[in-house]
């Protein structure tokens, strides 16, 4: 067989139609998928990258946008009308004051150890708020500190950028947005505890239900 007769065979669909393709893969997944995986699935030559570009553009001021989430692609309702969604956000889960802290500080300092997390709250951090994170999907384990002991760290999830439907650690949000997405509740931030008292005893003095923090308020990426 020819080259000619190789390229001709093998020859990628017309663009138009790998953009189609990279709408229904994004349509029918919940999850972010990266352009390796649209790739794969797509007919050999596509090119998933420049038919995201031409989607994206596409989508601009619609109800829905192609948006960016970590390394991957999602499809997503326009901030602007999220308010549509808030039957959908008031259930969402509520975390712990300990837990909102905690996960504060991994987003803004990650990679974070434990150590470190306490060192900055001021108290130690139970196994049960970092497990409900884990959990959550919201964080997971990051490489191990080159610093004595080896001690693991911790980072934010690619779910957790999605939540706040935003591309990367570096555009974290503020209290606002933690309100508007349904986690936490406009009640006034309760005093904190002393130094030495650990999540456990501060959880259970304060209620199951105790969901505010500052933490998220005006602080930017270290």
């Known amino acids: 067989m020819s080259e000619e007769q190789e390229e001709s065979l093998f020859k990628a669909p017309p663009l138009a139609e790998q953009e189609r393709m990279v709408e229904a893969i994004l349509f029918a997944t919940a999850e972010p998928v990266s ?14 990258s420049e038919a995201v570009r031409l989607l994206q553009r596409r989508y601009e001021g619609r109800g829905v946008n192609v948006v960016r989430v970590g390394d991957n692609w999602a499809v997503r309702t326009a901030p602007d009308l999220g308010f549509l969604m808030r039957k959908e956000t008031v259930e969402t889960r509520k975390l712990s004051r300990a837990a909102i802290e905690t996960l504060a500080i991994i987003a803004y300092h990650q990679p974070a150890t434990r150590a470190e997390i306490e060192e900055i709250r001021g108290v130690s951090v139970s196994r049960g708020t970092i497990d409900q994170l ?21 980072v934010v999830t690619e779910e957790f950028l999605d939540h706040f439907g935003l591309e990367n650690a570096r555009d974290l949000p503020g209290l606002k947005e933690l309100r508007a ?4 509740e406009s009640r006034p931030f309760p005093g904190s505890n002393g130094p030495g008292e650990d999540d456990e005893a501060a959880d259970a003095e304060e209620g199951e239900d105790l969901e505010q923090g500052e933490m998220f308020d005006g602080q930017g990426p270290a």
């Open 35 to 48: 352009l390796a995986e649209m790739n794969a699935r797509m007919p050999h030559g596509s090119d998933a």
């Open 134 to 154: 884990i959990e959550l999907g919201w964080i997971r384990f990051g490489r191990r500190k080159m610093t004595p002991g080896r001690p693991v760290t911790f």
């Open 181 to 184: 997405s349904g986690l936490l």
